[in-house]
């Protein structure tokens, strides 16, 4: 079937991502926010993450209005207490939507493409390489447990989970502390044993390339970066 998105290769991913944390790092003005928040928003439609980017959208601004309502009421302890929540998780908002948006329609095996063709070590690669693979089958593994505890009527809810703190650890934390470690034995060992290790040129079915969009949109991130310092 023919894509009917826009691709972007994972480098500019990543330069969005670290754009987004130049924001987290050095904050901008709130219009520059706006801005770069409604410019994710975009992405993930061309990208083929219109309800991704709609959840995220509609979350910052649900975020600034709290800010709103809140703000006039700060001599209160709580509700400034409330209001740095908000201020707080809307400066984080653009890096999670950022992350989000390189893991949208990107293959993990892309992403170990892409850093091969920025000549980035072994040593970094390969870990990367784990992490990446490491977090889905964590997830996988929850979801086994969380059914298999179901089935036999154990915190049949979400609610019993809080409400039982210890048999939450005892048939959840526990299990999954343990498939972790032999999650992440198994992952470095193939990975090693699928040559990633190996100092030669590796091939990939993948055309990883940067496009026309991909240089527009770098170079729109980079006239933000310095342009938001200026005006800043």
């Known amino acids: 079937m023919e894509k009917r998105y826009v691709t972007f290769d994972p480098r500019s991913k990543l330069c969005t991502i670290l754009f987004a944390s130049f924001m987290l790092m050095f ?129 049949v809810s979400t609610v019993d989970l809080f409400l039982h703190p210890l048999q939450t650890m005892e048939f959840i934390i526990v299990p999954i502390l343990m498939s972790a470690e032999n999650t992440s034995l198994d992952l470095s060992s193939a990975a090693l044993v699928r040559g990633l290790a190996n100092p030669t040129k590796h091939t990939s079915v993948y055309e990883i390339r940067l496009k026309i969009q991909d240089y527009l949109l770098i170079t729109v991130l980079i006239l933000g970066a310095i342009g938001g310092r200026l005006l800043g």
């Open 27 to 155: 904050p901008l003005s709130f219009q520059a926010e706006i801005i770069f928040v409604t410019m994710l928003f975009g992405l993930f439609i061309l990208n083929d993450g219109f309800k991704k980017g709609v959840i995220f959208y509609c979350i910052f601004w649900l975020l600034v209005l709290g800010d709103y309502l809140l703000f006039p009421y700060i001599d209160n302890g709580f509700v400034a207490f409330v209001d740095f929540l908000f201020v707080g998780n809307r400066r984080m908002l653009p890096t999670i939507m950022a992350a989000t948006f390189a893991l949208n329609r990107t293959k993990i095996s892309e992403w170990i493409a892409a850093l091969k063709k920025c000549h980035l070590p072994f040593s970094v690669i390969i870990p990367l390489t784990v992490l990446f693979r490491f977090f889905p089958t964590l997830f996988q593994d929850f979801g086994s447990i969380r059914n298999a505890m179901k089935y036999r009527g154990i915190a």
